[in-house]
C-alpha cells in the first residue's frame, strides 16, 4: 500500500511540477486516469483509436458507421427516385452513400466552407458507377438552408444533431424545404449519453462532461495531448506538415458551439413547434446482456433517462 502511495504521489508532483505547474488536483487526477485508460486501449489494439490514426481508414470506418445506421434503422428502398438533402454532410460520406440507392438527386450542405471542398473533391475521387453524383454546398447562413420551399421529398441527419447550433431554426427549415408528407431521418446521440463530450480520444470516462466542471475537464485535456504518451488521431495531425496540431485545449473554455448539450425533451419541443410530426423514435441503450438490460430499466427515469441512451433514431413527417 505504502509503494502504491508513493507512486502515486510521485506521479502527481512529476504532472504538476513539470508537465502543467498550474493543474489542480482534478485535473491530475483526470489526465493519471485518462493515460492509463488510453494506455491499455491501445495495448488492446482498440478498433477506435487504431480506425482514427490516419484520415484514410477513419474515412472508410466512417462510411462503414454510417451505412449500417442508415441500413440498420431506416427502409432504404424509400431512397428511389426522391430528392434528398443530407444536412450537416460534412465530407460527404453519407451523401454518396444515399446516393448509391437509386436517389434522384442529392445535395449535401454544411457551414463549414472547408468540408464541403473537401465533400466535393473527395466524390470526384471516389465516383465509380453511373449513379447520379451528390452536390455540395456551403450554407453561409447557419439559420438557413440554401434550399427552395417545398422543394424536398427527404433530410437526412445523422450523427449531427448534438453539433446544430439553433435546432428550433433548424427544425423550421425543416419543414420550409419538405414537400408535404416529406420525411426527417435523424440518428443521434444525446448530450447526456456516456460519451456525449466526445472527448474519448483524450479523456475515454463515461458521464465525465456532466460530474466536473468544464475549466478541469479542458485542463486536463490539455495536458494528455502534450503528453509524449498520447497517439494523436486524424483530426490531431495538420496535413500539410503531417505533424501533431498545436495544442488548443489551453484556450477552450466551453463546449459551446461544439456541442448544444440537446436533450430528448428539448428536441421533441423544437420539433413539434416547427409543425414537424414526430412518427417514429426509437431508443437504444447499451449493448451486453447485463448493461443492455440495465440501461432499459434506467432510461426510464424522468431526466436523467438520456444518460443512459446509447443513441436515438427518429422519424419526423411534415403533414
Not at 486516469?33 to 488510453?38: G, Q
Not at 447485463?290 to 440501461?295: E, Q, V
Request: proline share 5%; hydrophobic share 35%; glycine share 4%.
Amino acid at each position: 500500500m505504502s509503494t502504491m502511495s508513493n507512486t502515486t504521489a510521485a506521479s502527481l508532483t512529476l504532472a504538476r511540477n513539470k508537465t502543467h505547474p498550474r493543474l489542480g488536483v482534478i485535473a491530475i487526477a483526470l489526465h493519471l486516469l485518462s493515460r492509463l485508460l488510453l494506455k491499455r486501449a491501445a495495448k488492446h489494439s482498440c478498433d477506435h483509436i487504431n480506425e482514427t490514426k490516419t484520415e484514410g481508414r477513419y474515412r472508410q470506418w466512417r462510411q462503414q458507421q454510417l451505412l449500417q445506421q442508415l441500413t440498420d434503422h431506416f427502409d432504404v428502398t424509400q431512397l428511389r427516385d426522391k430528392d434528398i438533402l443530407d444536412f450537416g454532410c460534412g465530407s460527404g460520406e453519407l451523401s454518396r452513400i444515399l446516393a448509391r440507392h437509386g436517389s434522384k438527386s442529392v445535395t449535401g450542405v454544411d457551414i463549414s466552407s472547408e468540408a464541403i471542398v473537401k465533400a466535393s473533391q473527395q466524390t470526384v475521387n471516389e465516383k465509380k458507377t453511373d449513379d447520379a453524383a451528390p452536390v455540395f454546398i456551403h450554407a453561409q447562413d447557419p439559420k438557413s438552408i440554401p434550399q427552395d420551399d417545398n422543394s424536398l421529398d427527404l433530410i437526412c441527419t445523422f450523427d449531427v444533431l448534438e453539433h446544430i447550433p439553433d435546432v428550433q431554426a433548424a427544425c423550421r427549415q425543416w419543414h420550409r424545404v419538405l414537400r408535404s408528407d416529406s420525411r426527417v431521418w435523424i440518428w443521434w446521440s444525446p448530450w447526456r449519453a456516456p460519451f456525449g463530450h466526445h472527448l474519448s480520444s483524450l479523456i475515454p470516462i463515461p458521464w465525465i462532461h456532466l460530474l466536473l466542471p468544464q475549466k478541469k475537464i479542458f485542463a486536463a485535456c490539455a495536458a494528455i495531448y502534450d503528453d509524449p504518451a498520447f497517439i494523436p488521431r486524424k483530426w490531431d495531425i495538420d496535413p500539410s506538415t503531417n505533424q501533431k496540431k498545436p495544442n488548443k485545449w489551453h484556450d477552450v473554455q466551453t463546449f459551446e458551439p461544439f456541442l448544444n448539450r440537446l436533450t430528448k425533451r428539448s428536441f421533441e419541443k423544437c420539433a413539434n413547434e416547427a409543425g414537424l410530426k414526430i412518427s417514429r423514435c426509437e431508443t437504444h441503450g447499451f449493448r451486453g446482456a447485463i448493461s443492455g438490460r440495465l440501461s432499459a430499466f434506467l432510461r426510464r427515469i424522468p431526466i436523467l433517462g438520456d444518460c443512459f441512451v446509447s443513441y436515438y433514431v427518429y422519424e419526423l413527417v411534415k403533414p
